[in-house]
Structures are given as C-alpha cells and as structure tokens.
C-alpha cells in the first residue's frame, strides 16, 4: 500500500481528497467538515483504492487537523513534517499559500517520493524551478494544480470549442491572483496549450484582468474578483450567433476526478505533465509581479 501525508500551515480543501482518498466517517463529516460535508452526502463511504492512502497529517493548526483526521480516517496527528512516519511514500501539499510550498514539499522531492501541489503550485518560476530540478535529481513525481482539469463539464466545453472555434475566450472566476486566478488560467492552458507567448495583467491582486497570447495566435483574458463561486467561459467566434458560454459548476466532480488522478499517480498510472505547470506558473508570475498586493 501507498502511505501518503497531508501537509500544510493553512490547510485548504480540508476534507476533500482525503475524504474522497481514505472513504470517510458520515457522521464526523457531517458535524465537522463545513461546506465540504455537501459533497460527501448521499456518496459510497469508502476509499477510492485499497493500495493508497493518507495516513498522516503535518500541520501546527492541531485543531483543524485532529477534526479532519477524524473524519476521513487518518490515524496520525503531528505539528512537524519532521515528526511524520519514516515510512511515507509521499505527500499532498494542501497549502493555501503557492509561496509555502516549496519548503513543505522539501523532504519529500529530497527523498525521490510522490508530490502533489494543492493549486496553486507554486507562485513563481524560480520556485518551480527548483522543484524540477529536485525531483530530476531524485526521481520524485511532481503533480499539481486545478480540479477544473477533471470537470466533465469543461470536458464538454472541450469538445464544443474543438467543434467550433472560438476566436477569443473569456474565463472569469471569484477570488484573488494566485489562490483562484490559477483556475481560470489553467483552463485556458487546457484550451490551448502550453506555448505561451506573451501575457499582460491589470489590476490588484483581489481584481483585475489578464490577457494572454499564444503561440500561434490564440488569444483568452482571464478575469477575477468579487464575482460568484463558479467559473464561467464566455466563447466568441464569427458565426451568426458569436457569442456562447458555460457555467463550470460541478464541483463534486471535479474534486473527485482530481483524487482518483492522485490516486493514479502515486500508482504510476499517471505521468507528470510539466509543461502544463510550466505554462501556467509562467503566467501567475509574470502577472502577478505586476499587480498590486492589496
């Protein structure tokens, strides 16, 4: 069996993939795992495959910890990746802050192990970087990034625009840069690929707008803020009828293909796709250095 940890200093999606990893307790997750309980009602309890699990989480936030061990079965509790079972295989790195990353996934890259990167990956290319470069040293297999990638919805959008075309593309999604910018980013990437050649970025942190240019001509704008939890993809092209959109909204799917892909990882299945990180760490940093903080 595959034993993996969980580590992070502010742990996001909390109780999904383990959850969806290990199986879990109905009844803890129904009194501790906040909105996340909404997508584990009515499902099957148990693990995805018996030969892999999360039996440990890291994290100084005990509290937040101890309640999702309890939920989704994992037996061991500690403050320190230091502290962790010598005998893991590998790591989820389910860190809010891509700037932290890095540092928890150390000895995990270090030791040739499984990695994967919560989104965003990491925020920078320097960083990004030098996570490659560990893990070709140590063979490790890097993976991360969105759960969009794994929506049958944006599947369907997929085959649409393969279909018809669009000549631009607009994405639009809640939340600030990196912590949720990464989404819309990496479904344009999805889109269309990897070449990446040039991207301006306007705005603030919390908002703004970017626009990026691909090799080859296609263009996308990727717009965030204070706009509703779920992604929208606004196509345009030179039909009669120029203008379709899609709303992105099946979570429960998409948090689920993006376990069983973890799962399919850390057993080989599945192979690394770094130039897709690539392109989208690419264009979190050269927009993000340009916007402001706040």
Known sequence: MKRLALV???????FIYPGFINGFDRQAMERDGE???????????????????????????????????????????VDRIDDLPGDLD????????????????????????????????????????????????????????????YSPQVARVRTALAERPAVSLVVTGPGPWYEYACHTVE????????????????????????????VGGAEGTVQWGNYRGEF???AYDREDTGH???????????YQGL??????????????????IDAVVGVLDDVGRSLSLT
């Open 8 to 14: 992070g200093i502010d742990i996001i999606h909390k």
């Open 35 to 77: 909105w996340m309980a909404d997508l584990f009602r009515g499902q099957p309890s148990t693990s995805l495959n018996d030969e892999v699990r999360v039996v440990a989480i890291a994290s100084p936030d005990r509290e937040t910890a101890r309640r999702i061990a309890g939920a989704t079965h994992i037996d061991t509790v």
């Open 90 to 149: 590998g790591a989820l790195v389910m860190e809010r802050q891509g700037s932290r990353h890095l540092e928890l996934a150390q000895r995990f890259l270090e030791a040739g192990q499984y990695v994967f990167f919560d989104k965003p990956v990491v925020e920078s290319r320097r960083e990004w970087d030098t996570i490659k470069a560990m893990a070709r040293r140590s063979g490790s297999r890097v993976f991360g990034g969105s759960a969009l990638r």
């Open 187 to 214: 479904l344009l990437e999805l889109f269309h690929g990897p070449a990446v050649q040039g991207v301006v970025g306007v705005g603030e942190n919390r908002a703004g707008v970017a626009v990026i240019r691909w």
């Open 232 to 234: 929208r993809i606004d």
């Open 244 to 254: 379709r959109a899609w709303i992105i909204n099946d979570a429960r799917a998409y």
């Open 259 to 276: 376990a069983q892909a973890m799962v399919d990882g850390v057993l080989g299945k599945l192979d690394p796709d770094w130039e897709a």
